[in-house]
């Protein structure tokens, strides 16, 4: 055996006996790193051509490990689809792109402590089992995909304008002048800026227009919030544009709306179609901040006495409403 593989054979008892925890981001759209537990395994050292020169590469097999709901829930839609073995042939290494890339750099980290070449993942093993996706979570997945797309336009425009009423995707110069996806065709977002020194930070209203095809989005910011507000601006946006789009998906399901809306807040909040779009933005938000359900609908309640005008009893009534059929 010579004195290569005795390094690889040292460096492997180590990694065998180590889980290392990778945070990523799922895909390109990501909003936060997603932590994963992963181990690798050294299964050769294999010449590659890097910058037009060839060089030679430590050859590893990566396992992805189940870690946290999050991340189990993102690599079982994987091994899925995916298959629970990955052969990467090329420097595109597919769906685990982002994962492989921050596995390499922290694994040669390591490598070179040992006067080992830089490290090529070869084949992802995937150990999470893969789960029954049923209709309506795919649908829910879908919905989730399309409110971080919008989300993020709208924190994009909020950026570079405090003040106005504005169209997107028209005014942010691109050639598409609506949004289009599927079963969810031709619809824009009419945004309203405004500054008032009335609220502490910001205030994030929105409303669904179907007759034209509009949601409508109202931000008031603070004239002296700044940049500061960003993140408060993506955790309320991910909250009620997830709500509006409930409300797009019932109005395709051919859902029965009320011809007119109950004047009293009370009955106007535990409407059925009230209830599931308030439990689809609550349930987005959770998973945006990393905060608890039931924390999230409790101080949006009690944040926003002026929009729901209930008096303490009703409001705990709404409240175990949402609270009660949360799946």
């Known amino acids: 055996m010579n ?10 008892r180590f990694f065998e006996n180590h889980t290392f925890e990778i945070y990523y981001l799922q895909d390109g759209d990501g909003e936060y790193p997603t932590s994963t537990n992963i181990k690798v395994e050294i299964t050769g050292i294999r010449e590659y051509i890097s910058m037009g020169d060839k060089k030679d590469f430590v050859t590893l097999t990566l396992y992805v490990l189940p870690s946290s709901e999050l991340s189990d829930a993102h ?18 290494s597919g769906p685990y792109q982002n994962l ?27 150990k999470v ?13 879908e919905l989730d995909k399309l409110t971080k797309k919008l989300v993020k336009d709208v924190v994009l425009f909020f950026k570079h304008q405090r003040v106005g009423e ?24 009419k945004l309203n800026l405004e500054l008032s020194d009335k609220v502490d930070t910001i205030d994030v209203d929105a409303e669904l227009r179907y007759n034209d095809g509009d949601m409508n989005i109202t ?22 544009i997830r709500h509006e789009l409930e409300h797009v998906k019932q109005h395709d399901d051919g859902y029965n709306f009320p011809k007119n809306e109950p004047k009293n ?8 179609h009230e209830l599931e779009a308030q439990r689809a933005g609550f349930n987005k938000k959770s998973k945006t ?3 608890d359900f039931e924390t999230l609908v409790r101080s949006w309640f009690e944040k926003n006495s002026h929009k729901h005008r209930l008096n303490p009893s009703q409001k705990e009534k709404v409240i175990q409403k949402i609270l009660n059929n949360n799946d």
């Open 265 to 272: 807040p009370e009955k106007y909040y535990t409407q059925q």
């Open 100 to 126: 492989v890339w921050v596995t390499q750099q922290k694994v040669d980290e390591l490598l070179k402590y040992f006067s080992l070449p830089s490290s090529m993942i070869t084949k992802v093993i995937n």
């Open 3 to 12: 004195q290569e593989q005795v390094i690889i054979d040292r460096v492997n």
């Open 166 to 189: 504005f169209s997107l995707p028209e005014d942010m110069g691109v050639d598409d002048m609506v949004y289009t996806y599927p079963g969810f065709d031709g619809f824009t977002i």
């Open 129 to 141: 089992e893969p789960r029954k996706m049923n209709e309506s979570l795919i649908v829910e997945g």
């Open 75 to 92: 690599n079982s839609i994987m091994s899925g689809y995916f298959g629970r073995e990955t052969k990467i042939e090329t420097y595109d």
């Open 289 to 291: 901040t990393k905060l």
């Open 219 to 240: 931000i008031i910011s603070n004239p002296k919030a700044g940049y500061s507000v960003l993140e408060e601006l993506t955790y309320e946006l991910n909250e009620v």
